[in-house]
Nanobody, 123 residues
Framework: QVQLVESGGGFVQAGGSLRLSCAAA????????MGWFRQAPGREREFVAG????????YYGDSVKGRFTISRDNAKSTVYLQMNTLKPEDTALYYC????????????????WGEGTLVTVFS
């Protein structure tokens, strides 16, 4: 059974930083592209960042480019999201997701999802 468990969310003042982690189990981690998505109240879930199973150049949503960094550690079956210069509009439930090998990074194409970790940014 595949499990994705996010951690690291919390309350942070605008301008601050948080590091999210997603520990994966029950899958061949190195064969999966891993992504972070977020959903704010009343809004659709959106792509934040992704790193392919090959470890090639990561992908970012326009709103987080230059502020967020995604990385993966295949030895630990874990993907990270370093979030810097946080803004109130970054407040959302952040989800980890996995898709086997290549992916379009669309919400509907991701195969597995975690339950999310809440990030709240206050000004």
């Amino acid at each position: 059974q595949v499990q994705l468990v996010e951690s690291g969310g919390g309350f942070v003042q605008a301008g601050g930083s948080l590091r999210l982690s997603c520990a994966a189990a029950g899958l061949s981690f190195s064969a999966f592209s891993m992504g972070w998505f977020r959903q704010a109240p009343g809004r659709e879930r959106e792509f934040v960042a992704g790193v392919s199973w090959t470890g090639a150049s990561p992908y970012y949503g326009d709103s987080v480019k230059g502020r967020f960094t995604i990385s993966r550690d295949n030895a630990k079956s874990t993907v990270y999201l370093q979030m810097n210069t946080l803004k109130p509009e970054d407040t959302a439930l952040y989800y980890c997701a996995a898709d086997l090998r290549d992916t379009s990074w669309s919400v509907g194409d991701m195969s597995y999802w975690g339950e999310g970790t809440l990030v709240t940014v206050f000004s």
